[in-house]
C-alpha cells in the first residue's frame, strides 16, 4: 500500500491511516454547507475516504430529501445556514425519526452554542474545517453503530 502523505489543517495522515475505516459497503454522505469553499474541502476529504457524497445547501433541502425517502449513513451538517438552519433541521429528522448518524459542523466555539447545537439530537459536534483525524473518528464511530 502506497503511504502517500495528504494534508489536512494541522492534522497530516496516510492513507493507510485512512483504510482503517474500509467497510463493505460505501458509505454514504450528505454534507449540508452553505459555503462553498468549505463545502468542497468537505467533500474532497469525504471522498478520499471512500465515501459518497451528496452536497446540500441548507437544512430544508435535507428534510426534504428524507422525506421523499432518500437515506444517507451520514450528514454533516453546518450550524448557520439560510432558509433552515442545522438545528432546526437535525430536530425536524430526528422527530421524523430518521437515525442517521448527524454530525454538526460549525464555526462557531461558544459552549452554549455547541451544546444547543448537539441538544437538537447531533451525535457529534466540531469546529470547521473537518480534518483527517476528526474524520477518522466519525467514520470509526458510524462503522461501530
Not at 1 to 30: A, P, R, W
Not at 33 to 46: F, S
Not at 58 to 79: H, I, P, Q
Amino acid at each position: 500500500m502506497v503511504s502517500e502523505k495528504i494534508g489536512f489543517g494541522n492534522v497530516t495522515s496516510t492513507l493507510k491511516t485512512m483504510k482503517i475505516i474500509d467497510t463493505e459497503k460505501k458509505i454514504s454522505v450528505l454534507i449540508v454547507e452553505d459555503d462553498l469553499l468549505i463545502q468542497k474541502i468537505h467533500k474532497v476529504m469525504m471522498t478520499k475516504f471512500g465515501t459518497e457524497v451528496q452536497l446540500a445547501t441548507n437544512g430544508k433541502e435535507v428534510v426534504d430529501l428524507f422525506l421523499s425517502g432518500a437515506s444517507f449513513d451520514l450528514v454533516l451538517t453546518d450550524l448557520e445556514m439560510p432558509i433552515m438552519d442545522g438545528i432546526e433541521e437535525t430536530k425536524q429528522l430526528r422527530s421524523m425519526g430518521v437515525t442517521s448518524m448527524i454530525v454538526g459542523v460549525t464555526s462557531r466555539n461558544q459552549d452554549s452554542e455547541i451544546q444547543a447545537f448537539m441538544n437538537a439530537g447531533l451525535n457529534a459536534c466540531y469546529v470547521k474545517p473537518l480534518n483527517a483525524e476528526k474524520v477518522t473518528v466519525v467514520l470509526n464511530e458510524l462503522k461501530n453503530i
